[in-house]
């Protein structure tokens, strides 16, 4: 007995881990082998104009401003202004361009914001406009028309020079700033601060690799990284996860500087630095050492600029064009980026989220209608047993215990890896480990998985025992003609066996879905 329950449980394994492997992309992202090698640790501008202004040179005059968009709409925004800065053709201008983590003025750049005005640059930041972008829906083009107002509205303020107007755009950002640049060729420069180049779902894939390879995960808790970011998402929307902004890049001709921090896990830095060079003229490249996505370092006073950006940004900016193409192009702390970001396949079984979500909702439909089918028979038959003296319709011998434990493990080992997830995902997101919630929650994950799997055969091993028979129905003489109600009787034992049937059917089945998706999601590949 022991040695069948064995074998059909191994049987059953296998056939899940080749379900899960056939079921979806592998992943296997591509090392880097040819590293981008800055020119010097150093990552000072050259061609410097002796004459350019430098952070802290000037007062900054700080003001609310309202930026008309089109169609009678509005956003608030916070110039910056240097006192004093006054050149025969004004100043340069930089309008800053939100990243996905930021929407209004009053909270995003204004460390940088500010230094770079000390240094005799006016900047503007405006309200992100948020009615129409939301997690499902970015318009990328849409949202540079938007900019494209604020941008106006810098060319005419006093003391502005509109023919030296830019544009700073972080992370999200750079996706948009280029298209401002094709459309609105005026613009003079820009300034991407750890630009993804790639297309969001590759630079999603990419990050997600990126944060679980820092928390140590299991090398099968990768399996889930094409499989969800290559998906389209439930409830549809995410067209801009495809979203290509080379074509506009390689029609840029006006100067670019391009900075990095290397403590930054989320952009592929050495590849993005890279296309940008392949892309565009003009792109001179800073890399800062224990730098994060937005060029801060952990200092004893909390998160602060990197002491040499502002300064490095201010050179350059003040001392175009001789800055656009002086030596190095490439300087600054060593990046170190394992693996390309690249194009993400779309999972055979379950690209569409909808048809995923109504996989597991229609499974544990199953998983209830089931239990209440088989119990409300097993009520009925305790009922009729009472009036007739026979038992009705019901489970056979042994198929009770496995049959609940395939339900209710397959239940809790979907749950299981749902929660895991989560965890896991919120130890990525903070950039911590906890081998405990990490190695141990996959551990047990698996061994739910296996649990259920056992039931499951014990159920199969039992139906086969008993050839197939799962209901046992009272036992009726066959029913004279002149004996209406016995004939009742054994009609309504049989409709009762058939529920029964039914119930044993959905619970199998909806077990069965939830099984293969936990295949998918990689909770039975072979290895750890």
Known sequence: MLFRTVATSAAILVALAITGAVAGPAWEPEPVVDHLEPATVSTAIGGVSADGGEPGDHEVRESAVTIPLADGLEVGGLLREPVGADGPDGSPGIVFVHGAGTGKAADAFTLAATALASAGITTLVPDKRLDNYSTRHRDYEAMARDYAHSVSYLRGVPGVDPDAVGLYAESEGAWVSPVM??????????????????????????????????????????????????????????????????????QQDDPILAVYGTNDASMPLEQGAREL???????????????????????PEGLLLHPDFAADVADWLLGLPATASAPPQVAGAQPEQL??????????????????????????????????????????????????????????PGLRVPLTGLGVGAVVTTVGLGVYLVAVARLALDYE????????????????????????????????????????????????????????????????????????????????????????????QLGI
Do not use: C
Not at 190 to 212: C, G
Not at 462 to 489: C, K, N, Q, Y
């Open 181 to 250: 640049m094709v459309d609105d060729p005026r613009l003079a420069f820009q300034i991407l601060v750890s630009a993804p180049v790639v297309p969001p779902r590759q630079q999603a894939a990419y990050a997600v690799d990126n944060y679980l390879r820092n928390t140590d995960v299991p090398a099968g808790v990768f399996r889930a990284i094409p499989r969800a970011v290559g998906m389209s998402l439930p409830g549809g929307g995410f067209e801009y996860a495809d979203f290509d902004v080379r074509p506009w890049l390689r």
């Open 277 to 299: 060079i392949e892309a565009a003229d003009g792109v001179t490249v800073r890399f800062y050492d224990r730098a994060n996505h937005g060029i801060n370092v952990e200092t």
């Open 339 to 396: 693996y390309l970001a690249a194009p993400v396949a779309q999972p055979h079984w379950y690209g569409d989220g909808d048809w995923l979500v109504g996989v597991v909702v229609t499974a544990g439909g199953l998983l209830v209608v089931g239990p209440l089918l088989v119990g409300g028979a097993a009520l009925r038959g305790r009922l009729a047993r009472r009036r007739s003296g026979r038992p009705g319709a019901r489970l056979a």
């Open 433 to 524: 480990k906890d081998a405990l919630v990490v190695q141990g929650g996959w551990i047990a994950v698996r061994l739910l998985g296996i649990a259920t799997v056992v039931a499951a055969a014990l159920l199969l091993d039992r139906v086969r025992d008993l050839r197939g028979g799962v209901v046992l129905v009272g036992a009726a003489e066959l029913p004279s003609r002149d004996d209406p109600v016995e004939a009742d009787r054994t009609a309504a034992s049989r409709a009762s066996a058939a529920v029964v049937r039914t119930g044993v059917g959905a619970t199998v089945l909806g077990s069965t879905a939830l099984l293969v998706t936990l295949a998918y999601w990689g909770a039975y």
